[in-house]
């Protein structure tokens, strides 16, 4: 039997960020199916960082991956050699047509499931699927352990620019190395994003690139779909009776209600009584959503009637606010689960 390894370089732009010692290695390895798949990261410690000299641990961005899959197989081609000794590839063309598929589409969902871990674990911005549209996963390197290389092809990716990692506002968090065990469990077994963290994600890059009414409207919806599938399942008889009622338009029950009161009825306790200076940005953020919705404009009106317009540092609390709604919302969930 032969290895064969089909090895993607994937130039980021946006960038990953990561904290790791001056000498430690990112890469891990993980099996999925009948492939090995290694990712190397390339950490950019000529730049831009912050270098702890006590501890030896410096926060870096990372500005390219390498993956590479490899798998057993029955055998490799050799690569034919013309007259003036020139390597002549053309007939190998059909026999990784056959392989290309099933090598790239693991090299493909090991990168969308790093994108999702960087995005979402982590809250770093910018990582969604569209700003790597240039991503051509056919362009590989491919190797076999007999020695034989049978030619290249890296790509650069087209992404929206790099953010201040090192300031870590909007709860940006850096990927160390006691996190690769996770990683490598959800590359082996899958990553699926709830749609609320999605959407929030969304929103800090909209508040991030000065998108104040973008981001508004995102952490609203985001919230109120979170508390919507907390109080109504999809799978309930409740959540059942809750959407034919609403449609009906014999229900009437906002998303400050079900945090306050009915919250405090079914889980016995209420995110505004535990929470109170977050609830009140959740009513502020909701009313600012209402504003833009109904007449493009990110004002809203404070408890005692003065109307205020939201700037970024205002959406940057509120998203605070929403990410501490969402975290409550799953605890409660996890201790009603069991």
């Known amino acids: 039997m032969t290895i064969l390894s089909a090895k993607r370089t994937?130039?980021?732009?946006?960038c990953f960020y990561v904290e790791t010692g001056e000498d430690d290695d990112l890469s891990i390895?993980?099996?999925?199916?009948?492939?090995?798949?290694?990712?190397d990261f390339d950490i950019n410690r000529k730049g831009v960082s912050i270098f702890n000299r006590e501890t030896k641990v410096g926060k870096y961005t990372v500005t390219g991956l390498t993956i590479t899959a490899s798998k057993e197989v029955d055998s490799t081609t050799e690569i034919p050699i013309t007259e003036s000794g020139v390597r002549d590839y053309t007939d190998l063309q059909p026999y990784f047509h056959d392989k290309q598929n099933e090598y790239c589409?693991?090299?493909?969902?090991?990168?969308?499931i790093i994108l999702s871990f960087f995005k979402c674990k982590f809250n770093q911005p910018f990582l969604d699927p569209t700003n790597f549209k240039n991503n051509k996963f056919g362009s590989v390197v491919w190797s076999d352990d007999t020695g034989n290389d049978y030619g290249s092809l890296s790509i650069s990716l087209d992404g929206s620019g790099s953010f201040g990692f090192f300031k870590e506002e909007l709860d940006i968090k850096a990927y160390r190395s006691s996190d690769a065990q996770e990683l490598k469990s959800l590359l082996g077994t899958g990553y699926t994003v709830e749609l609320q963290y999605q959407i929030l994600s969304d929103a800090q890059s909209a508040i991030i690139g000065n998108n104040l009414r973008r981001g508004v409207l995102e952490m609203a919806v985001s919230s109120e779909l979170s508390v919507k599938r907390a109080f109504f399942s999809k799978h309930s008889f409740s959540g059942d009776a809750f959407e034919y009622l609403e449609d009906k338009g014999k229900v009437k029950v906002t998303v400050l209600e079900l945090i306050s009161n009915v919250s405090k009825e079914v889980f016995g306790e209420s995110f505004r009584g535990k929470y109170p200076d977050a609830y009140k940005d959740i009513d502020y953020l909701i009313r600012c959503r209402n504003k833009i919705a109904h007449r493009g404009e990110p004002v809203y009106k404070d408890d005692m009637g003065v109307l205020n317009t939201a700037n970024i540092d205002i959406a940057k609390t509120w998203y605070k606010s929403v990410r501490c709604l969402l975290q409550w919302l799953d605890e409660q969930r996890r201790k009603n689960a069991t």
């Open 10 to 14: 994937i130039d980021l732009d946006p």
């Open 29 to 39: 390895e993980h099996v999925v199916d009948d492939f090995c798949v290694k990712i």
């Open 105 to 112: 589409s693991v090299i493909s969902e090991s990168f969308r």
